[in-house]
């Protein structure tokens, strides 16, 4: 069985790549997924194909729907959707996708400091498990696939 997981979330830290390495480690069978990392990519996507706007509203509400467009179609495709959370950015991107997830009664893991539990308890309310290390995402992925950790 092929287990199909969205990263989703903070983008400052080597997180997702923390979970792909023990995913590969322990042999797991995952295709990973992800929205776009790449700040500046991601924020110049609507100017970079559709041209470019004079308002920066105009410019954030086309790379937004561009943007959702990936990000829902790989959440939709997903068996396993984790949110990281961090400390450092407002991650409201994070909260969307998260909510989005929870819609599509996806199986959702949230990962985020002890310090974030009370101002994203709704979010962690719908989640499955709530995690804190990616080591932890890790041992939950390799007990769904192989009823080991």
Not at 11 to 27: D, L, V, Y
Not at 73 to 102: C, H, M, P, S
Not at 103 to 121: E, S
């Amino acid at each position: 069985m092929t287990l199909n997981v969205y990263l989703s979330g903070e983008i400052h830290t080597n997180w997702r790549q923390e979970i792909m390495a023990g995913a590969k480690e322990k042999g797991l069978n995952i295709s990973f997924s992800s929205p776009v990392t790449d700040h500046q990519s991601s924020d110049d996507v609507g100017e970079t194909i559709l041209g470019a706007d004079p308002t920066p509203f105009w410019k954030d509400h086309k790379a937004a729907n561009i943007n959702a467009i990936r990000t829902k179609t790989l959440i939709k495709k997903a068996d396993v959707v984790v949110v990281r959370f961090g400390d450092k950015y407002k991650q409201w991107n994070a909260a969307f996708e998260a909510g989005y997830a929870a819609a599509l009664d996806k199986a959702l893991i949230t990962m985020h400091a002890p310090d974030l539990t009370h101002p994203l308890k709704e979010v962690d309310a719908a989640a499955l498990a709530v995690t804190q290390t990616p080591a932890e995402i890790v041992d939950i992925l390799s007990y769904v696939l192989s009823q080991q950790f």
